[in-house]
């Protein structure tokens, strides 16, 4: 749209998403790569209209000499947005990926409960989503493991985790961060062949020219999922549009778009007419539907 600001539809995907809630104290885990340097301007950007207090944090794992610079970024960002930061380093100890991520988030929930933080954010995006799925089915994974990372979910008690971007692509953060004019880091760890989730990375990058959307469809996939094990009040009212279609006139051709959008108005208590596919409309009024054909 004419006029619109670069950064508007990365603050809007994290304003009316289910992974930040209005006054949240959000402790953001920035590593100073663009994803998390994203997440940190989105955050600030957002705190006086949803009521946010922001800080961030960095924790310094020492196992690559870049890590020094990650941090100056970290201070960097912290210092442009004028928000509070922590640094954390951690104790050497098993270098394997898991007992790192562990060892990590250990730190993070250290230092939101030194600041009084109620969610920890981290930038985790759609490529990273359809990373996790894909290493999850490769390991014979059930449900659980093809919802791939949740938005929002305890870390401990009394503290949650949230990945706002998980329906974001990582360019367009990374435009986000440039358009801002905030510095941020490369990791030349993800240059490493050897690890599996490296290995899989390489794999999508040679698939998505293939298969345009590949990353959406599968954080899609991984959301319906994940709404479905939850037993969530969307994943009902999905239900209750597709069934009403089906009824009908079936399910080919029928968009996961014009869905969202129906379940989007029943949510607000809204009313009016949804394009469902060709010749097929949903009119919703007062959280009830009704098939409307058109000519086609």
Known sequence: MRGARPGATIERALQEGPAIH???????????????????????????????????????????????????????????????????????????????????????????????????????????????????????????????????????????????????????????????????????GNADALLRRNAIRSALAALRPLFAGLDEAVARAADLIGDEIDASGRSGLRRRVRTAVAEQEGLRDLDFVHVEEAVRAIERGGSGEFHMKRGIALRIEGGSISVIKKDA
Do not use: N
């Open 22 to 188: 209005s006054g949240d104290r959000v402790l953001v885990a920035c590593s100073g790569g663009p994803d998390s340097v994203a997440l940190a301007a989105a955050v600030h950007a957002m705190s006086v209209p949803m009521d946010l207090h922001v800080a961030l944090a960095y924790v310094h794992h020492a196992t690559r000499e870049s890590a020094w610079q990650d941090e100056a970024v970290v201070l960097r960002v912290a210092a442009s947005l004028g928000v509070p930061v922590r640094i954390a380093a951690l104790e050497t100890g098993p270098g394997d990926e898991a007992a790192l991520r562990d060892r990590r988030y250990a730190a993070l929930g250290a230092i939101a409960r030194e600041l009084g933080s109620s969610v920890v954010a981290t930038g985790h995006h759609a490529a990273d989503q359809s990373e996790s799925v894909l290493l999850a089915l490769f390991r014979g994974t059930g449900p659980q493991g093809l919802a791939g990372m949740r938005p929002r979910r305890a870390l401990e008690p009394g503290l949650d985790l949230a990945r706002p971007f998980l329906r974001v692509a990582p360019e367009r953060l990374l435009a986000y961060c440039v358009s801002s004019g905030l510095p941020y880091a490369v990791d030349p």
